[in-house]
């Protein structure tokens, strides 16, 4: 239903699947031309739109000054709760497991005990989502509930076990499938990231042969580099991917909540209700 109000929102009728008819069939013709011109045109409904969008258009100013204003107020109260928490967040981050400690040290220090504050305040459903920052979340096997996201149940192709079972064969295959790419430059970068994650303790390593490794029964992962650019950036950067398809840890993961991009109906929707909120104002951009 909810597609389907985006279709209309948008000025599609959707299929008679998704909704019934505007003007049922058997009528005669004049009470059929009557009914019909009571119907009203789906661009004339209320646009619909997420319930922060919503809520964001409701509260927002018209005054840019009064924007402004409001946002400095909020940031200084963040930086105030950040503050409080600072206390409370060392103690928990000293309580974290190591391997866990280090990804929350490495690239600025996270301070979740303000992510668990805004989650409240702002009444989140994912209210989990700090206290997973602070255990770490399985690579293998089910995934723990995401709240707020879109039900669907995905289950898992195999065990861990069956995973596990067959990580000999698999290694080998992968590792002589390994080769550098046709971009020397990627691959330098993607290195120096590596070396970089290994510096601030995220990684382990490098090691340049199986023997070397402090572990026994690994199943491997092959990592690559690719280029991004986000925004208005205009240099590109290198993002290393571990390629948990490649080397089919996926196949063990199961899920029971999944992200449902914004399609483009839903974007014009959008776009109807801050137009509707503003029609003075011209739309310059959107993210």
């Known amino acids: 239903m909810e597609k389907a109000a985006h279709l209309l929102t948008t000025g599609v009728q959707p299929t008679r699947k998704a909704l019934p008819q505007l003007v049922p069939d058997g009528m005669p013709s004049d009470l059929h031309l009557k009914a019909a011109l009571r119907v009203k045109h789906p661009m004339a409904y209320e646009p619909v739109a997420t319930d922060p969008v919503k809520y964001a258009l409701k509260y927002s100013p ?43 040290l490495a690239f600025g220090r996270k301070n979740v005990a303000l992510m668990r504050e805004i989650a409240y305040v702002c009444s989140s459903r994912d209210v989990a989502s700090p206290a997973f920052l602070l255990i770490g979340l399985p690579m293998l096997g089910w995934a723990p509930v995401a709240e707020g996201l879109m039900e669907r149940v995905r289950e898992p192709e195999c065990s861990v076990s069956q995973f596990l079972e067959g990580r000999e064969d698999r290694n080998k295959r992968l590792l002589d499938a390994i080769k550098q790419s046709s971009d020397p430059e990627l691959d330098e970068a993607a290195y120096s990231k590596t070396l970089e994650e290994t510096e601030k303790g995220v990684l382990r390593g490098p090691f340049f042969s199986r023997s070397e490794l402090p572990w026994q029964d690994v199943a491997l992962v092959p990592r ?28 063990t993961v199961g899920t029971v909540s999944s992200h449902r991009p914004t399609d483009p109906d839903g974007l014009v929707a959008q776009v109807r209700a801050v137009r509707r909120r503003f029609p003075q104002c011209r739309l310059r951009g959107w993210p």
Do not use: F, Y
């Open 224 to 251: 690559h580099g690719i280029w991004e650019m986000h925004g208005g950036a205009t240099e590109r950067k290198c993002r290393n991917i571990d390629d948990m398809l490649m080397g089919e840890q996926n196949t």
């Open 62 to 104: 018209t005054d840019l000054n009064e924007i402004n204003r409001r946002r400095g107020e909020v940031a200084k109260l963040l930086r105030q709760l950040a503050e409080a928490c600072q206390a409370e967040n060392d103690e928990l981050l000293n309580l974290c497991m190591p391997s866990v400690r280090a990804v929350l």
